[in-house]
């Protein structure tokens, strides 16, 4: 069974802080997919960053930075100098293929991140 | 380019009536999946269609939900003799055809069973 654990339930930093989301996935497919989704106060999930288990190469895209270590299945999550703006509920996603090449995602319970002033 | 839509937004119920839900997925995307999230806890899976074909079922979903896909557009998703345990957000997404594996999520509806 396929499982995600996002440990931290609520974080919260001072605008302009470095923040880390920690989460750690179970799978016995070795073929699966990773995602983090952003839930903001308005609740639509946003989709951020998808990762394949054959790419472990570490990813930036401006105040965001992913690491993937498929020694230890973690897929963390980095804001540099958080804003107020990234307050939200994260989540970390594990897909599995399903029936006629859909996938079924699995997801943690969510990290609350709040960036104060 | 729009995305998902749902309709309603929000939804209160007396116990015992039957609701319904529709989702809109973005248009060309063959694949669409339900989702119901309670408070404090991550999205669950419910069904998924490619198409009008239904082809995966959660343990989640029990006889009284039923879902469709008609004409492999828009979905339903219908509750019958909701329960107050039923009350939660819905989420409809949907993903295209091709490798990319991200769904795209709309923004659900949020039930109320009284």
């Known amino acids: 069974a396929q499982k995600v654990t996002q440990a931290q339930t609520e974080i919260s930093v001072v605008e302009k802080e470095d923040v880390t989301l920690d989460c750690v996935y179970e799978?016995?497919?070795?073929?699966?997919?990773l995602f983090w989704y952003k839930q903001p106060p308005s609740g639509e999930l946003v989709f951020l960053i998808r990762?394949?288990?054959?790419?472990?190469q570490n990813e930036i895209s401006g105040r965001y930075s992913w690491n993937f270590q498929k020694s230890t299945s973690s897929f963390n999550f980095t804001i540099t100098a958080s804003q107020v703006v990234d307050s939200a509920v994260y989540f970390c996603?594990?897909?599995?293929?399903?029936?006629?090449?859909?996938?079924?995602?699995?997801f943690g319970t969510g990290t609350q991140l709040k960036v104060e002033l | 380019d729009t995305g998902v839509s749902q309709d309603p937004r929000h939804k209160i119920t007396k116990r015992g009536q039957n609701v319904t839900f529709r989702c809109d997925p973005i248009?060309?995307?063959?694949?669409l999946y339900w989702y119901r999230q309670t408070l404090g806890q991550g999205p669950e899976f419910l069904t998924y269609?490619?198409?009008?074909?239904?082809?995966?079922k959660s343990r989640l979903l029990s006889d009284r939900f039923s879902a469709e896909r008609p004409k492999g557009s828009f979905s339903t998703l219908e509750i019958q003799r909701t329960e107050q345990g039923d009350s939660a957000m819905y989420l409809c997404?949907?993903?295209?055809?091709?490798?990319?594996?991200?769904?795209?999520f709309g923004p659900g509806t949020r039930l109320t069973v009284l």
């Open positions: 997404a949907s993903r295209g055809p091709g490798g990319g594996n991200e769904q795209f």
């Open positions: 799978t016995r497919d070795t073929t699966y997919y």
């Open positions: 990762r394949n288990s054959f790419d472990e």
């Open positions: 996603a594990l897909t599995i293929v399903l029936t006629g090449g859909g996938n079924k995602l699995t």
């Open positions: 248009s060309e995307h063959n694949r």
């Open positions: 269609f490619q198409n009008e074909a239904q082809l995966e």
